[in-house]
C-alpha cells in the first residue's frame, strides 16, 4: 500500500511542485492541496469577486475528489485561506451551497496573501 497522485485534466494544474491531491490507499483518504480560483478552461484567474472566487475554488476542489473517485459530500475537514475576514458572509453564502448535506469540519484564517493574488484558497480532506 502507498499513496498516489492526483491531477485531473480538468482542474488547474499544479502552480508548483506539488499534487493537486494525493490519495493514501491505506486508510481510503484523499488529500487535496490547497486550490485557488483558476478556471481549468483558460488558465486564468477569475473575477476578484469573493463569492465567485469560492465557487470556482469549490469547483475545483470537486474535480480532484471527483478524479480520484469521491466527492463533495465525502469531504471531512476544509481549511479556508482568505485575505479579507471581512468578506468571510460572502465567502459563507457560496460555499454552503457544495455542503447542503453534513458539514465538514473547518477552520477559516486570514492570511497576507495567496498565490496569484487570489482572495481566497481552499485545501480539503476526504473519503474514498
Do not use: C, W
Not at 471531512?76 to 454552503?96: I, P, Q, S
Not at 477552520?107 to 481566497?120: E, H, N, S, W
Request: no cysteine.
Amino acid at each position: 500500500m502507498g499513496h498516489h497522485s492526483v491531477a485531473p485534466a480538468n482542474a488547474p494544474a499544479a502552480v508548483g511542485p506539488y499534487s493537486p491531491g494525493i490519495i493514501h490507499d491505506e486508510s481510503r483518504t484523499i488529500y487535496v492541496s490547497g486550490q485557488i480560483p483558476i478556471d481549468p478552461k483558460t488558465g486564468a484567474m477569475v473575477d476578484a469577486n469573493i463569492a465567485v472566487q469560492t465557487k470556482q475554488v469549490l469547483e475545483n476542489v470537486r474535480a480532484v475528489l471527483e478524479s480520484a473517485g469521491s466527492g463533495m459530500d465525502r469531504v471531512l475537514k476544509t481549511t479556508v485561506y482568505m485575505v479579507d475576514l471581512g468578506d468571510f458572509g460572502r465567502m459563507n453564502e457560496a460555499y454552503a451551497t457544495f455542503f447542503p448535506g453534513v458539514k465538514p469540519a473547518r477552520a477559516t484564517i486570514q492570511v497576507g496573501r495567496l498565490p496569484k493574488d487570489a482572495l481566497v484558497e481552499i485545501e480539503a480532506i476526504a473519503a474514498k
